[in-house]
C-alpha cells in the first residue's frame, strides 16, 4: 500500500537528481530510477515538477498571547500544508507563575494535539522570569524540546528579560545541548523611542519603525553575541532584519563562535514604506523587528545566498486587520506585532530567491527544510530526502506566474502581507508521512492529523552547521 512519486527532480540541500520516491507507509523507502509501481495504491506524477522535503517552519505563533489579543489558533495550521511546510515548530507562551515545561505541555495539548493539519513542534519561551527556570531549561531535553527564546524586547510586557537572565539561560543551556533562541533588539531603547513619538502625537503605523531602527536590533544583536561568547554557547538571533545586524552574526560565526541566524521572507522582500499606506493599511506591515529599507532587504537576500543565516521561518502571526490590528487605529504601540505568512513562506523565497536567480534550489532546500530541521533536532526524520526519513515531500511545479492574494488563502485572516505580489510557480502537492495532505493545490484534509514530534538535543552542533 506504498505511494510512488515519479519522474520528479529530487533536490536535497546538497544536491538534485532526477529520480522516484517510493513511499512506504510514513517513510521513504526507496529512491531511483525507475522504480516499481506494483503494490502501490497510488503514483503521483511528477513529470516537470522538483521535489523537495517538506518545509520545516522554524518560526510561527499559533494562540500567541499579545497586545490584548490572540493570533489565530492551530485551526489555521492547513495554510501551512498549502505553503508547503509539513512541519512547524511553534513557540509555547508561558502564562504568569506557571514553568515553562508545563507551558510546553500546555501548549502541545490544549492548543495543537487534535487541530494541526501538520506535525510540530515547539520552543519554549520565556515570559515569566523565576529562579526554577534556570533549573527548567535543561531539563526540557526530557520532553523532546532543544530550544528556548528569550527576549530582549517588549519592554512592560511579560517578555523582556535582563542581560543577567540571558546569560545565565546560555550557562545552564549550553551543557544540556538546548540551543538559545533571542530576539535582539533593545527594549528600553525602543520604549523611550516610542513614548517620544506618542508625546510628539507621532502615532501613525509608520513610527512603529521610526520607534524601532536597525541600530537598535544591531546594539542587541551585538550584545546577544556577546552575552553568549561569554558563555561559550551556541545562539540562534531569530528573525533578523538589519543588515548590520547580519553582518554581526556573519563575524561572530567567522571568528569561530557558534552564532547562528534566521531571518523571514518578509525581510527580504517588504520594505518600511509599507508602514505609509493610507487609511491604516500600514498596520498590517507591523511587525518586529521593523520592515527596512531596500539596502536592508538586499542584504538580507545576499546574505541568504552566502548561508550567514542557516534558517529562513516565516515569523507567522495571523492577527486580523478589521479587529486586531485596529486596537492601535490611535496609537501604533497598541498595534499587536505581528504578520501573516506561514502560507507564503515557500513561495515568497522561490520567486524572488531561486526563480529571480539569487540563490540556488539546494540552498532554498537548506533554509526552508534542511537546517531548520537540524536546529530543532528533527534530522534526518524531517527536514531530508532520504531512504528511512518521513515522506514528508512537497512537489513544487515551476511552471507559470500567478499573485498571492488572501483571496483563496488558508490563514484565517483578513489580509495577504504579500497582496499583489507576483508568484512564480506554485505547490502542487505535499505529502505529510505518505499520505497526501494537498492535491492539486488544494488542501484536501489530514485525517492522520498533525503530530507532536520531539527533537534531540544539541541540533546545531551534531549536525555540523
Ligand atoms: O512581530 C513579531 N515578530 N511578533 C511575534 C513575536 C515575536 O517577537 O516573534
Ligand atoms: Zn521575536
Ligand atoms: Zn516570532
Same mark, same amino acid.
Given at each position: ?156 510586557? *511579560?517578555?523582556? /528579560? ?5 546569560? !545565565? =539561560? $546560555?550557562?545552564? &543551556?549550553?551543557? +544540556? #545541548? ?34 524601532? *531602527?536597525?541600530? /537598535? ?5 551585538? !550584545? =546577544? $553575541?556577546?552575552? &553568549?561568547?561569554? +558563555? #561559550? ?49 500600514? &498596520? ?182
Amino acid at each position: 500500500m506504498g505511494v510512488l512519486v515519479r519522474g520528479g527532480t529530487v533536490v536535497t540541500s546538497s544536491g538534485e537528481f532526477r529520480a522516484d520516491v517510493l513511499v512506504d507507509g510514513e517513510k521513504i523507502k526507496a529512491i531511483g530510477d525507475g522504480l516499481d509501481a506494483g503494490g502501490c495504491s497510488e503514483v503521483i506524477d511528477a513529470t516537470g515538477m522538483y521535489v523537495l522535503p517538506g518545509g520545516v517552519d522554524n518560526h510561527t505563533h499559533f494562540a500567541l498571547p499579545f497586545g490584548g489579543t490572540y493570533t489565530c489558533g492551530f485551526d489555521t495550521t492547513p495554510a501551512a500544508a498549502v505553503g508547503g511546510t509539513t512541519t512547524i515548530v511553534d513557540f509555547a507562551p508561558q502564562p504568569r507563575g506557571m514553568g515553562i515545561r508545563d507551558a510546553i505541555l500546555k501548549h502541545v495539548e490544549e492548543s495543537a494535539e487534535g487541530k494541526s493539519a501538520v506535525d510540530f513542534s515547539i520552543h519554549g519561551m520565556v515570559m515569566d522570569v523565576n529562579d526554577r527556570l534556570f533549573e527548567e531549561i535543561p531539563k526540557l531535553v526530557d520532553i523532546g524540546i532543544p530550544t528556548v527564546k528569550l527576549f530582549m524586547a517588549y519592554k512592560g510586557t *511579560p517578555y523582556m /528579560v535582563d542581560d543577567a537572565t540571558l546569560l !545565565r =539561560a $546560555l550557562q545552564v &543551556a549550553k551543557p +544540556a #545541548g538546548v540551543t538559545v533562541m533571542v530576539h535582539a533588539e533593545n527594549g528600553d531603547l525602543i520604549d523611550l523611542l516610542q513614548k517620544q513619538c506618542v508625546a510628539a502625537r507621532q502615532v501613525e503605523p509608520k513610527y512603529h519603525a521610526v520607534s524601532r *531602527p536597525p541600530i /537598535v536590533e544591531s546594539e542587541a544583536t551585538y !550584545r =546577544a $553575541l556577546a552575552i &553568549a561568547a561569554l +558563555a #561559550g554557547a551556541p545562539i540562534l538571533l531569530v528573525h533578523v532584519s538589519a543588515k548590520e545586524a547580519m553582518w554581526a552574526i556573519r563575524d561572530a560565526a567567522n571568528r569561530g563562535e557558534p552564532a547562528y541566524g534566521e531571518t523571514c521572507p518578509h525581510y527580504m522582500t517588504l520594505g518600511i514604506e509599507n508602514l505609509s499606506r493610507p487609511d491604516f493599511e500600514g &498596520a498590517k506591515y507591523v511587525c518586529s523587528p521593523a520592515l527596512r529599507t531596500k539596502d536592508h532587504q538586499d542584504a538580507m537576500r545576499a546574505a541568504v545566498k552566502n548561508g550567514w543565516p542557516q534558517v529562513v521561518g516565516s515569523d507567522h502571526c495571523g492577527f486580523n486587520w478589521a479587529e486586531q490590528k485596529h486596537l492601535g487605529r490611535d496609537d501604533f504601540t497598541k498595534i499587536p506585532n505581528g504578520a501573516p505568512s506561514v502560507e507564503n513562506r515557500l513561495a515568497v523565497l522561490w520567486t524572488y530567491g531561486v526563480a529571480a536567480g539569487r540563490i540556488s534550489r539546494q540552498r532554498f532546500v537548506d533554509v526552508i527544510s534542511t537546517a531548520p530541521a537540524k536546529f530543532n533536532g528533527l534530522f534526518p526524520a524531517k527536514g531530508h530526502i532520504g531512504v528511512g526519513s518521513d515522506a514528508d515531500l512537497v512537489l513544487y511545479d515551476p511552471s507559470g506566474e500567478s499573485v498571492m492574494t488572501v483571496k483563496n488563502s488558508l490563514q484565517g485572516v483578513d489580509y495577504c502581507a504579500y497582496e499583489g505580489m507576483k508568484q512564480s510557480g506554485h505547490i502542487h502537492a505535499v505529502l505529510l508521512r505518505g499520505k497526501t495532505i494537498v492535491k492539486d493545490g488544494k488542501f484536501v484534509g489530514c485525517p492522520q492529523g498533525g503530530r507532536f514530534v520531539k527533537g534531540q538535543p544539541y541540533g546545531a552542533a551534531y549536525t555540523g552547521l
